[in-house]
């Protein structure tokens, strides 16, 4: 079946601009990008006139949860692929840490197939590094990798022992696989929530110091030197860490960085109080110095891309108070409209720059076949409303879940079409 997108615009890196382009598809792909001034016939093609609208690469998301197995009281891989398709993700990438972990090939295959069944997204799966992230133990690298593992990870928890890490390092390098790294040392945390700064002084809490991130960041740098791996840091959220991977790649270790919407936007000064668990995450919003080290991370090439961590929780876990609440927050329905608001209306960043951190940089760093408007491509496509401006409502989210500290935010960029493999599969 074909498809016409007329009349939408498309950034072009070399101009700086976006201009007038009639995209067609066909059988999934991206048959041809035709100039905007262009007559064209579409005969029987189904058409979306994109006029006024932005037309994207679908976006990519390297890091969310989708709760399933397990926890589908707070999302399941549909609800959860219906929610990414909302905010314009067509490809997204699910941790590991559900019930069952997802450390054996058949969790990996109920991953794939249920994600296959809902023919919404593409979901990837990554595969745990230990056997039910105990740290105790190496899960099967190759059984997991040849079922589908895109990766390997203990997210939710820092892997404690080095040699446990090495080892999983190592492993990977000869599977030519990457290791996907959640960086926390344990014993810095202890029973804290809030980071170490203005926020937790002015309440008397226990902080979370930034080296209790970075240390893993400079111990896993070494071992990724060691081993040749590649290694890629989850959710950066500290001015040490930049500074660890901003220095490990200009010696040519081969590591890569992920940021999210909320550790770009909201400091812990932003936090309203003790009363609302929605400002609550791991690694939480840090100090507005450490925020501006992650926006020029991002700005020189430190960290490669931006992910959301959607994180989904049910009201009555994140009512429990925030001692008792869960960490995290969903992010799929906001990432795109945030982002465009803060950094591109305000003039801080291109559009290209944004798309490229959502699109073609995942896409480089993951060797994934998707994120680029070429002919050729899949046709993995966003259409954005850039000039729509409206309150997040969390009420009207595709999640199970509507964690987030955004409600009631004025925002601009708000997805209106979202296209897999040349399938619609979100529509406003
Ligand atoms: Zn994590």
């Not at 976006?18 to 792909?29: C, D, P, S």
């Not at 190592?170 to 170490?196: N, Q, R």
């Not at 009420?395 to 009631?408: D, I, R, V, Y």
């Amino acid at each position: 079946m074909s498809l016409w997108i007329i009349n939408g615009n498309v950034w072009n890196e070399e101009t700086g601009r976006t201009e007038k382009k009639h995209l067609r598809v066909n059988e999934g792909k991206i048959a041809e990008l035709v100039d905007g001034s262009a007559s064209i016939d579409t005969g029987s093609a189904e058409v979306i006139n994109a006029d006024g609208k932005l037309v994207s690469a679908g976006f990519i998301d390297m890091h969310v949860h989708l709760r399933d197995p397990g926890f589908e009281h707070k999302e399941d891989i549909i609800t959860g692929s219906r929610s990414a398709a909302k905010g314009g993700f067509t490809t997204i990438a699910c941790m590991p840490n559900t019930r069952p972990v997802i450390d054996k090939p058949e969790t990996v295959k109920y991953v794939l197939d249920k994600a296959a069944e809902a023919g919404i997204v593409k979901v990837l799966p990554y595969a745990a590094i230990t056997k039910n992230e105990l740290g105790r133990e190496l899960t099967d690298f190759a059984a997991l990798k040849e079922a589908g593992a895109i990766g390997f990870t203990d997210d939710g928890v820092g892997v404690q022992n080095a040699q446990m890490m090495k080892n999983a390092m190592a492993l990977a390098k000869s599977l030519d696989i990457p290791v996907i790294a959640h960086c926390e040392d344990d014993t810095l945390v202890e029973g804290a929530w809030a980071s170490e700064g203005a926020f937790s002084r002015k309440h008397g809490l226990k902080g979370i110091p930034n080296e209790s991130e970075a240390i893993h960041v400079g111990r896993d740098v070494l071992l990724a030197e060691a081993t040749g791996v590649h290694y890629h840091v989850c959710h950066v959220s500290t001015e040490q860490s930049v500074r660890l991977i901003r220095l490990a790649k200009s010696v040519g270790i081969k590591v890569t960085a992920e940021v999210c919407p909320h550790h770009l936007i909201l400091s812990d000064e932003d936090i309203p109080g003790l009363d609302d668990a929605n400002w609550k995450m791991n690694p939480p919003l840090r100090t507005p110095r450490d925020v501006q080290a992650v926006i020029e991370g991002l700005e020189d090439g430190t960290l490669d891309m931006i992910v959301t961590d959607h994180a989904p929780h049910s009201a009555e876990e994140k009512g429990r108070g925030v001692d008792l609440a869960p960490f995290g927050i969903v992010g799929f329905e906001t990432a795109f409209p945030l982002l465009y608001t803060k950094f591109v209306e305000t003039g801080k960043w291109t559009l290209g720059f944004l798309l490229q951190r959502m699109t073609s940089d995942p896409a480089r760093v993951f060797r994934l076949e998707t994120g680029n408007l070429v002919q050729g491509a899949p046709a993995d496509l966003t259409i954005v409303d850039l000039d729509n401006e409206r309150e997040v409502d969390p009420a009207t989210f595709l999640s199970k879940s509507n964690n987030t500290p955004f409600g009631g935010w004025k925002l601009k960029g708000w997805p209106v079409v979202t296209i897999v493999d040349g399938k619609i599969v979100w529509t406003e």
